[in-house]
C-alpha cells in the first residue's frame, strides 16, 4: 500500500527565514511525486512534479529535490504570501490515470 | 471559464435531504475524479472516471453516487448522508494516459476545482 508522510505538520517562520519541508514516501513503482499548495477554503494548485531521484524543480522562492526515499521542498527567504499548507502526493506506477495518494500536509505560516 | 469549476461552493443539508454536487472541466481532459478532504486526514480518493466509464470506487458508501455523462462534467449526487460526510469536496481532472502510454514522458496532474464545502446537520 502506497504511504505517504510529511513532516513537520506545521511550521512558523519569520520572513526571511529560509526552511525545508519533508515528505517521506513508500511506493510500489514510483511514477511521479507531486507538490500541490493550498489555501484555506480552495483546492490544491499544482506546484511541481519530480520523476527520478536526483531530480530538482524550482519556481520562485520553492526548490523541490527528491531521493529514493523522501522529496524535500526548499523555501528560501520566504515571504507571508508563502503562507499556505502544502500538500505531497505520490503516483501508483501500475495506472493511466492518476490515482495520486496524499500526505496530511504541512500548515506553513510566515510571519512579517 | 478555465480550469475546474464546482457549484455549489458551499452547501449545507439534513440527513434526509437529496442534492448533487456538479463539477465542469475546461481542459479537455478526459479523466475525472472526486476527493473528500477531512480536517486532519489527507485527501481520499472516492471515485475515478476513465474515458466516461468510472474505473474507480474506494469503498464509498452507496449514499454517495457518482455520474459522468461526458468527459467535460462530473456530479456527485448525495442521500441520507451523515454529520460525519461533512467535508471539504474535491473534484479534479487529468489527461488519461493510456492512450499516450509508450510513447515518452509521463505527466499525470491533477487539476483541482475550488472544492464544495458540505455540511450535514
Known amino acids: 500500500e502506497d504511504q505517504v508522510t510529511q513532516s513537520p505538520e506545521a511550521l512558523r517562520l519569520q520572513e526571511g527565514e529560509s526552511s525545508s519541508l519533508n515528505c517521506s514516501y513508500t511506493?510500489?513503482?514510483?511514477?511521479?511525486l507531486f507538490w500541490y499548495r493550498q489555501d484555506p477554503g480552495k483546492g490544491p494548485e499544482f506546484l511541481f512534479t519530480?520523476?527520478?531521484a536526483g531530480e530538482e524543480k524550482e519556481k520562485e522562492r520553492l526548490k523541490a529535490t527528491l531521493t529514493k526515499k523522501e522529496s524535500f521542498l526548499h523555501i528560501t527567504a520566504p515571504k507571508p504570501e508563502d503562507s499556505a499548507t502544502y500538500l505531497c502526493?505520490?503516483?501508483?506506477?501500475?495506472?493511466?490515470?492518476?490515482?495520486?495518494?496524499f500526505g496530511k500536509g504541512t500548515m506553513l505560516l510566515v510571519s512579517p | 471559464e478555465t480550469g475546474v469549476t464546482q457549484t455549489p461552493r458551499h452547501l449545507v443539508m439534513g440527513m434526509t435531504n437529496k442534492k448533487s454536487l456538479k463539477c465542469e472541466q475546461h481542459?479537455?481532459?478526459?479523466?475525472m475524479y472526486w476527493y473528500k478532504q477531512s480536517a486532519k486526514k489527507p485527501l481520499e480518493l472516492m471515485f475515478v472516471?476513465?474515458?466516461?466509464?468510472?474505473?474507480e470506487n474506494n469503498s464509498v458508501p452507496s449514499r454517495f453516487s457518482p455520474e459522468c455523462p461526458n468527459s467535460s462534467h462530473l456530479f456527485l449526487h448525495l442521500h441520507t448522508l451523515q454529520p460525519e460526510d461533512s467535508a471539504l469536496y474535491l473534484c479534479?481532472?487529468?489527461?488519461?494516459?493510456?492512450?499516450?502510454?509508450?510513447?515518452?514522458?509521463?505527466?499525470?496532474?491533477?487539476?483541482f476545482g475550488e472544492g464544495s464545502r458540505l455540511t450535514v446537520l
Open positions: 481542459l479537455g481532459h478526459n479523466a
Open positions: 502526493a505520490v503516483r501508483r506506477q501500475d495506472s493511466g490515470y492518476s490515482t495520486l495518494t
Open positions: 511506493v510500489s513503482g514510483l511514477r511521479g
Open positions: 519530480l520523476y527520478s
Open positions: 479534479a481532472s487529468s489527461q488519461d494516459l493510456y492512450s499516450r502510454w509508450a510513447s515518452g514522458k509521463i505527466t499525470g496532474e491533477l487539476f
Open positions: 472516471y476513465s474515458l466516461e466509464e468510472r474505473v
